[in-house]
């Protein structure tokens, strides 16, 4: 059964198997579990590497540096309430965003039946 993008997406923010989209995608906070619980997809080919990281980083490190740029011009304040800012915003964004972009990149791998390069396919 081939997914849907809107499917996919769905999946990804709700963090479910990307096929049923009922099953949960992750057994721990970030450990993809081993197969879907409801329709026994098999997560163990699963692999989202760094994307998911660099994908919060860009849109992250953007929100945040806006936001500190804005700071410092309108209300210049000393560089320790600077610190008291950003540091625990970035902390919990990336704790908040990290398993939404590694569950919507596994739903669109799946989407896309992508799987590992081999030389021997040149």
Known sequence: ?????????????????PRCCEGKLFSKF?????????CGLDFSKVDSGDGPAV????????IIVGLALWVEVALAPPYWIHAVLWLPLAVVGVAFMLPWFKATLIAFQ???DAEEGRLDEF
């Open 1 to 17: 059964m081939k997914v849907s993008t809107r499917q996919a997406f769905r999946a990804g923010l709700l963090r479910k198997c």
């Open 30 to 38: 970030l450990t993809v579990a081993p197969r879907c619980g409801r």
């Open 55 to 62: 994908f919060v980083v860009l849109v992250l490190g953007f």
């Open 110 to 112: 799946y989407k896309n």
